[in-house]
């Protein structure tokens, strides 16, 4: 652990590169998005402007990389049915996208608009690792025979996440309300699904 006063310690690699993210952690948590500047992330963190620079090209970048710290994954539910499962899922990212934590993170989509490389960033696990929580779900699902075996890929097994998102990003609502999240599910997702294979005989 570092001793008080250890401060003046020259800190390199890994080791700035961590006080400068719980930095900007802080400061995130402390003031959103709009209160993060670069100098102020610089003076928690004890450096100065240029070896943030050196790391991150912009506040946005060091923004979303700071969101990255916060968030965190959960095992997917399992309550026995795919309908139970998918909105479950639904119901925890609506918690999130609702909280503090979830106004931060759009904050940051917004400040990123169209860029889609800080989009992806935005993820809180880049690529196929986002869709795992689903592709699990959905799984279990074709396990059951309640779902086709063809519906397992990750653009369908996460487009009831992507139509959630929607209402956020496109819509800007503070929250959605349960019977949007049951209209997903019921009216979208559970057909999708279940109409990708073949009908049963």
Do not use: C
Request: hydrophobic share 45%.
């Amino acid at each position: 652990m570092r001793q008080p006063g250890a401060g003046q310690t020259r800190r390199r690699g890994a080791a700035l590169e961590e006080a400068i993210l719980r930095a900007a952690v802080d400061e995130l948590t402390e003031s959103g998005y709009a209160g993060l500047t670069m100098d102020k992330v610089a003076a928690r963190a004890g450096t100065n402007k240029n070896a943030i620079y050196r790391r991150w090209p912009n506040r946005l970048a060091l923004g979303i990389a700071a969101y990255r710290q916060l968030a965190t994954t959960v095992p997917p539910p399992d309550t026995g049915s795919l309908r139970g499962d998918v909105l479950e899922l639904l119901r925890q990212a609506n918690r999130h996208w609702s909280s503090p934590l979830g106004a931060i993170l759009r904050e940051l989509l917004s400040a990123a608009g169209g860029t889609s490389e800080l989009l992806a960033q935005l993820q809180e696990q880049p690529g196929d690792a986002a869709a795992a929580p689903w592709l699990t779900t959905l799984g279990r699902a074709v396990a059951r025979g309640e779902a086709a075996p063809e519906a397992l890929h990750p653009r369908v097994a996460t487009v009831a996440i992507v139509l959630l998102r929607n209402e956020f990003v496109v819509r800007g609502v503070p929250t959605a309300p349960d019977d949007v999240l049951v209209e997903i599910v019921d009216e979208v997702y559970l057909p999708l699904v279940r109409r990708l294979g073949p009908s049963p005989s």
